[in-house]
């Protein structure tokens, strides 16, 4: 230690040895231990009887995106419709099927695992957790399906459902329709409440993110459109 303090300037030392308290983990580079692995993706999904899901190992030709090309496709059915999901070539899914008892009604669950192929690279990585999650939300939405409120502050602001089509008043000149999309279930219990179900947790979400859109909630006066328990931060205006 000696030789070094003699070597280098004292200041390049005292910063190398605050970096080294305050950002070790910068230094992670020149070791040789093995990445790690994902949280969500490495959680087993359990489904009950009542859920199937194939596996098509046949890669797509023929996508409707780019991006599927190549891609597998997986299919979910359960009692509330059945849905497909194009995945990676990489994934790679393991089924764990119960042993069928003598019990005409069972209630034991299977178990699916997804991994990857080189947990190392990147692109794998981060698609191993999206992967598992989008199992695990059509495994959802097929048994118990999703669901969403959206709630309506503002004077004059109310919804309802005219002629199959959801009518928006909120502050225009005219009210604003939206057609609801397929697979997604609209209710207007109250003018100032909505309520979203489908079994697509994405199709449902993407349609509350539309309505949304057409009033966002402002700061000021605390008035849009809010989905869920969203809640905003109030801001009092600047006084000349």
């Given at each position: ?6 070597a ?19 230094f ?57 999901l194009?995945?990676?070539p ?5 089924f764990?099927?119960p042993?069928?008892?003598s019990?005409?009604?069972s209630?034991?669950e ?5 991994n990857?192929?080189?947990?190392c ?5 981060s ?13 959802t ?20 459902i005219?002629e ?25 219990p109250k003018?100032t ?14 349609f ?7 009033r ?25």
């Open positions: 230690m000696n030789i070094i303090r003699g280098l300037p004292v200041s390049y030392i005292s910063s190398f040895a605050r970096l080294s308290k305050h950002n070790a983990t910068s992670r580079l020149f070791s040789t231990s093995s990445c790690l692995l994902s949280h969500i993706g490495r959680t087993p999904i359990l489904y009950p009887p009542e859920v199937t899901i194939t596996h098509d190992p046949k890669p797509i030709l023929n996508p409707k995106l780019k991006s599927e090309k190549d891609n597998t496709l997986l299919t979910i059915s359960g009692p509330n419709g059945t849905h497909s194009p995945i990676k990489f994934i790679i899914l393991n764990s099927h042993i069928l008892s019990n005409p009604i209630t034991q299977a178990k699916l695992t997804v990857v192929m080189d947990p690279e990147k692109e794998q990585r698609m191993w957790g999206t992967t598992r999650a989008l199992i695990a939300n059509y495994v939405g097929v048994t118990e399906g999703h669901g969403v409120s959206l709630r309506l502050e503002g004077v004059g602001y109310r919804a309802a005219e199959g089509k959801l009518a928006l008043r909120v502050g225009r000149t005219h009210p604003d329709i939206l057609d609801i999309p397929e697979g997604v279930r609209c209710e207007v003018p409440k909505i309520l979203l179900s489908g079994s697509d947790k994405r199709a449902v979400m993407q509350a993110a539309v309505i949304r859109s057409f966002k909630p402002e700061p000021y006066n605390q008035k849009g459109i809010f989905v869920g328990d969203e809640t905003i931060k109030k801001k009092i205006p600047k006084k000349k």
